[in-house]
């Protein structure tokens, strides 16, 4: 029958198999995802596939990061094994736990061995609680990441996309369709009687009705368009994959839902949008796009207001 003390180390090796396992993967296999998210997520979109030197300097210190994790997992992994082989041994052969008592020089190795095998406990210890802590603080640093960037994109009155995010996208998507020439359209619109609404019922009022027109156009939007609040009362909305056709339908759709929109103030707002699209129009560049819509959308004001207006057609009439 086994001894206490024989059971103890069998014991101790396998808590200490455990923690190793644990150890490799809280320190090298969760950073290491951890970093190819942040990377992928926050890095690689900022940065110009021209630029050879950034580029190259960031693929290298992704490799050297890679390197040292599995240099750290295999020394690890290593000790781990080296640590549990000799627990096994001890475990088997109850001679071994005799020698520990003994006054020569064995004895005395043993003792050392049973100190040595205690620390290395306590260090993998140390190490469970260090990976633990430092996978918390990745998180940490992700959230606060997600949150910076949510703020830099979101406007604050309606929680829509800014007109910094939008102009990103919008370069993007232009470069996607040199590449594709996939169809990309933006659709702006400017509120009729806005201003009315702020100066007789206030800022907190209009605020209201931007909110109101905020929910309108995430409502009736795709989840892939780009809906944003581009300053003041004028919103623009990128549509992915929508031909030129489609934008002025959406444009179409958007000007009767807010025509028809009962406002909590009773006032009448409604819309005028201008509507542009490639490769429909002739235009190379987000902003000789946005300069379309931009004219279209004036083209519609000037036509009586509450219509969608384009540089290829007289605005439709209002209905």
């Not at 455990?18 to 926050?42: G, T």
């Not at 590449?179 to 400017?190: A, E, T």
């Not at 609040?229 to 990128?238: P, Q, T, W």
């Not at 509450?306 to 540089?311: F, R, T």
């Given at each position: ?133 430092l996978d918390a603080a990745y998180k940490e ?158 083209a519609a004001k000037r036509g009586g207001k ?14």
């Amino acid at each position: 029958m086994a001894s206490s003390g024989t059971v103890d180390i069998a014991a101790a090796g396998k808590r200490l198999r455990q923690r190793v396992v644990l150890a490799l993967a809280l320190a090298s296999a969760m950073p290491l995802l951890v970093l190819v998210y942040v990377v992928n997520e926050y890095v690689l979109p900022v940065i110009d596939p021209t630029d050879g030197v950034t580029f190259f300097g960031l693929q290298m210190l992704m490799f050297f990061t890679l390197l040292a994790m599995v240099t750290g997992g295999w020394i690890i992994w290593t000790l781990g094994r080296g640590v549990t082989a000799m627990t096994d041994q001890m475990s088997r052969d109850p001679n071994l736990m005799k020698l520990e008592s003994k006054t020569d020089e064995v004895g005395a190795l043993m003792a050392n061995f049973s100190k040595m095998f205690e620390t290395i406990e306590n260090q993998a210890n140390e190490i469970n609680s260090f990976a633990t802590r430092l996978d918390a603080a990745y998180k940490e640093l992700e959230s606060t990441n997600a949150k910076l960037k949510d703020a830099s994109f979101k406007d604050e009155v309606t929680g829509l996309y800014n007109r910094r995010f939008f102009s990103i996208r919008l370069e993007e998507e232009i470069s996607r369709h040199r590449r594709f020439n996939h169809p990309v359209s933006i659709v702006l619109l400017d509120l009729d009687g806005f201003k009315a609404v702020n100066d007789e019922l206030g800022h907190a009022v209009g605020d209201d009705t931007l909110r109101d027109i905020a929910q309108i156009l995430t409502k009736h939007s795709r989840g892939i368009n780009v809906v944003s609040r581009y300053g003041g009362d004028e919103f623009a909305v990128l549509l992915v994959e929508t031909s030129k056709a489609g934008a002025r339908l959406y444009a179409e759709r958007i000007r009767d839902v807010i025509a028809k929109f009962r406002f909590a103030h009773g006032k009448i707002v409604t819309a005028s949008l201008g509507v542009a699209s490639l490769p429909d129009d002739d235009c190379a560049t987000a902003e000789e796009i946005f300069k379309m819509a931009d004219e279209g959308l004036y083209a519609a004001k000037r036509g009586g207001k509450n219509q969608v207006g384009a540089l290829d057609a007289t605005p439709e009439p209002k209905k």
